[in-house]
């Protein structure tokens, strides 16, 4: 079926695109002319339709016997009879045809002459010039009364037979573009009724509701008519009230309800009342036929618009109020004999907002430090979508060579209160939040002379240690995972109302699921507690509400067995819920620490590994309650996307293996990394599926993106086919690693090997082979 191949297709693409986190709350219609809502919940949902088999268009898919398929449509094939019938209409058509063209050309407009052309077109409505006769005919006459005395009654009598034509010619064909487009013209004149117009339509689309000219026809209509938003809703109410099963009306609604929404924009408790009033007007629907969709569409899109926040800032790197040793950072406590390596004393600064933000630069954020002139401080996002909008602000600020010793540097950065930073759904920041910290800068008293080899480095389980046993280290842990910037800064966007509103849908909710067992309701309800925990996690009063994990990842359990084709939907979803909840706490994510290292003779600084293997993680999250992190293990699990670990600017030890990473390129938010060291991305897919649509989907390295001061000559010459692997030339060559496990991927061979590390001098080790 067409709808669902669509369906797929969107998908599919839709999870690419996930990076973007775009809020599209416009819609498009599909090749049906169907309109179907679009919902985006925020930046860290997707949005999809996981609905196998949405016939949205029963009718127009229907096979029936007899009929061939061309170019994706069904036509019939014509019998014996049929034939030689439509052989005779040819020879009247042709007559038909010569006798006009003759008219035509004379200039001929009498009664008769018009009649013919009306035959004419009742036959062939998509008859082109046969309209444009028509058009002259009945300009000529208009022309000629505007000479005389203007007479309304004739006018409208001309016009009229005009409508009645196209009546005719849409009777025998309702999809011609050539009868839209003359009644339309006839309409524009100005003598006719629009009122009955709308009769018409509302008669014509009973017998075909998705009718792209009829739709367009109808809204020139309304355009003439200049029917207001109110009227227009109140007319989606009838359509509704009268089949509920209408996703055209349902779309509708929503627009309408957006443009209302920003006309009176300042009016929040306004918006509030309505969209009140929507949840209980859709609920009718919902509880009337839960597995029609059509409702759940509308109801996501409402969920949407209750959970719209503005834009604040959730998280830094380092955090608020923490005391951070540089040496800490760049994984210098990991690799203390890559000094030499690392001459430059850099360390970032991340700025984590609630939403993908824009606008964040130094005149939006001041940064106040006495090494540091604000203006010089350049502010970039990570992991922007193509319209600049990014969650992540990250900037590196360089130590000058005169600080050596310990000393502390503070370093302030204040969100200013202005309306620049504003988030992709048009909210802007309306709240200062400012973070203050302090560097320590040890001096350097363990020089190591260059060329030193490093040994490669091991991530055996015997190296690790349970961190819940190492309390002395909590405290540390408790530092790095704050997530308040500081407590004024908690949403004040949200009020209690939304709160009160999820609560009551999800009781409802549960209602419903009570004695049905439908799958879109199971969704509809996992999302909304995950909406009522964002609420809760950003300061919402909740009224002792808690957050129940263990029953939303029972819903996305029962979807994916229930619904087997979306599967992987719903495996990401659950790993987003999944993340959340071991991050949630600090006694949560203190079971998944282990501290990395000999216990018999502690290093000087603590290096905490976060151990999320064997999960069945499909993607990444919550990465908000992360930036802290150095050492991340992510083996076994089902990751397919990495997307999000680009904001993890300390990390340094990576294990990705045994995962389901099907190219390099879905590599590409390492690229970010500078301080990656050590990355296993042994068992995984890359070169194992013949068809990567995500290859295509990033810029090859030959085009404008890539500096001009790469020597691809160096490679070429080393008999190294460069358009081979412009992939892994794109990933990898902007990392420093000093260690690299690829083994049991499709794609590894020698030739390979040797391009890697021609292609990062810095690495030491390869699959456990030595550079030399
Ligand atoms: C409502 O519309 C749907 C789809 O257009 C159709 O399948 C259904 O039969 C209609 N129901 C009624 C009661 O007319
Ligand atoms: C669906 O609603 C639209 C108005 O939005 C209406 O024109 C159309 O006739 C309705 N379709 C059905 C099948 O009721
Ligand atoms: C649907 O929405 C569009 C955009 O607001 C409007 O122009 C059109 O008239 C609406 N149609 C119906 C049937 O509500
Ligand atoms: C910062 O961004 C705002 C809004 O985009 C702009 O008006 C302002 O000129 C920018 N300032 C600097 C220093 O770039
Ligand atoms: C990564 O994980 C695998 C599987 O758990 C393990 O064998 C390996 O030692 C780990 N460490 C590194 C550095 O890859
Ligand atoms: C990387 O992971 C693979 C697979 O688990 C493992 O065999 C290998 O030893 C790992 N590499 C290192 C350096 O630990």
Redesign the pocket.
């Known amino acids: 079926m067409r709808s669902t191949n669509y369906m797929d297709f969107y998908i599919k693409s839709e999870r690419y695109k996930r990076g973007l986190n775009h809020l599209i709350a416009t819609s498009v219609s599909n090749v049906f002319g169907i309109y179907i809502p679009f919902i985006n919940f925020g930046s860290n949902s997707l949005f999809f339709f996981p609905w196998k088999g949405l016939h949205l268009n029963k009718k127009s898919v229907k096979e029936e016997s007899g009929t061939e398929k061309m170019h994706g449509i069904y036509r019939k094939t014509p019998s014996q009879d049929e034939q030689e019938a439509s052989a005779l209409k040819a020879i009247e058509l042709r007559d038909l045809q010569s006798q006009f063209l003759h008219l035509h050309h004379n200039k001929i407009y009498t009664k008769e002459a018009l009649e013919t052309s009306a035959k004419l077109l009742e036959v062939n409505p998509e008859h082109y010039t046969g309209w444009n006769y028509r058009k002259l005919a009945v300009q000529h006459f208009l022309n000629h009364q505007s000479e005389t005395e203007a007479d309304s009654e004739s006018i409208q009598s001309v016009l009229n037979e005009e409508l009645k034509v196209v009546e005719n010619a849409l009777k025998k064909n309702f999809k011609s573009y050539g009868a839209w487009y003359h009644r339309k013209w006839v309409l524009s004149k100005g003598h006719s009724s629009t009122d009955n117009e709308l009769r018409l339509l509302v008669k014509f689309q009973k017998l075909d509701s998705r009718n792209f000219n009829a739709w367009n026809y109808r809204r020139f209509i309304t355009m003439l008519k200049k029917i207001s938003d109110e009227e227009e809703l109140q007319y989606t109410t009838d359509m509704i009230y009268d089949n509920f099963s209408n996703y055209s009306a349902w779309h509708n609604r929503s627009v309408l309800l957006s443009h209302l929404f920003e006309k009176r924009g300042e009016r929040q408790s306004h918006k509030e009342s309505v969209l009140e009033e929507e949840f209980e007007f859709v609920r009718n629907a919902l509880f009337t036929d839960p597995d029609d969709q059509s409702g759940w569409f509308y109801h996501l899109w409402l969920l949407d618009q209750t959970v719209k926040l503005e834009p604040f800032l959730l998280s830094s790197w380092p955090p608020h109020g923490s005391s951070r040793s540089v040496d800490y950072l760049d994984g210098r406590n990991l690799f203390p004999s890559m000094h030499s390596l690392s001459k430059d004393r850099m360390f970032p600064l991340v700025l984590y907002f609630s939403e993908p933000v824009?606008?964040v630069?130094?005149?939006?954020v001041t940064i106040e430090c006495e090494y540091y002139a604000n203006e010089d401080v350049i502010w970039r996002p990570l992991s922007a979508n193509k319209f600049g909008f990014s969650q992540v602000w990250f900037t590196y600020l360089n130590l000058p060579d005169e600080v050596h010793s310990l000393k502390d540097c503070h370093v302030k950065v204040f969100v200013a209160q202005f309306p620049?930073i504003v988030s992709s759904s048009g909210f802007s920041c309306s709240q200062t939040s400012h973070i203050v910290f302090s560097l320590c800068v040890p001096s350097h008293d363990r020089e190591h002379a260059e060329g030193q080899t490093v040994p490669r480095f091991s991530w055996k389980d015997k190296e690790f240690y349970s961190h819940a046993t190492q309390s002395h280290d909590a405290s540390l842990l408790r530092s790095l995972h704050q997530l308040k910037i500081a407590e004024e800064s908690k949403s004040k966007a949200a009020s209690d109302w939304s709160m009160k509103i999820i609560s009551n849908e999800i009781a409802h909710c549960r209602e419903l699921l009570s004695s049905t067992n439908c799958k879109i309701g199971k969704l509809t309800l996992a999302r909304l507690l995950m909406a009522q925990n964002k609420l809760i996690s950003y300061g919402i009063p909740n009224d002792g509400i808690e957050v129940h994990y263990e029953e939303i990842l029972g819903l996305y359990h029962d979807l994916m067995k229930l619904d087997p084709v979306h599967i992987c939907c719903y495996e990401d979803e659950s790993s987003l819920v999944l993340l959340k909840q071991v991050t949630s706490s600090m006694e949560s994510i203190l079971r998944y620490c282990y501290q990395y290292g000999d216990s018999t003779s502690p290093r000087m600084y603590p290096c905490l590994c976060l151990r999320l293997n064997g999960l069945s993680l499909s993607q990444i999250g919550s990465v908000e309650r992360l930036l802290w992190i150095q050492m991340l293990d992510l083996s076994h699990n089902k990751i397919r996307s990495i997307e999000g670990l680009e904001a993890l600017q300390l990390l340094s030890c990576l294990n990705l293996s045994n995962n389901k990473i099907c190219s390099f390129t879905a590599l590409e938010p390492l690229r970010s990394l500078k301080s990656l060291k050590v990355l296993n991305i042994s068992y995984n897919e890359i070169g194992a599926h013949a068809v990567n649509t995500r290859r295509y989907l990033c810029s090859s390295p030959m085009t404008h993106t890539v500096e001009n001061d790469w020597n691809f000559k160096e490679f070429t010459n080393s008999g190294v086919k460069l358009t081979n692997h412009w992939d892994v030339f794109f990933i990898f060559r902007d990392l420093n690693l000093i260690q690299l496990d690829i083994m049991g991927n499709a794609v590894v061979n020698d030739q390979l090997k040797s391009f890697l590390f021609k292609l990062m001098p810095s690495l030491k080790w390869l699959d456990g082979e030595n550079r030399n």
């Open positions: 824009e606008g630069n130094s005149s939006t620049d």
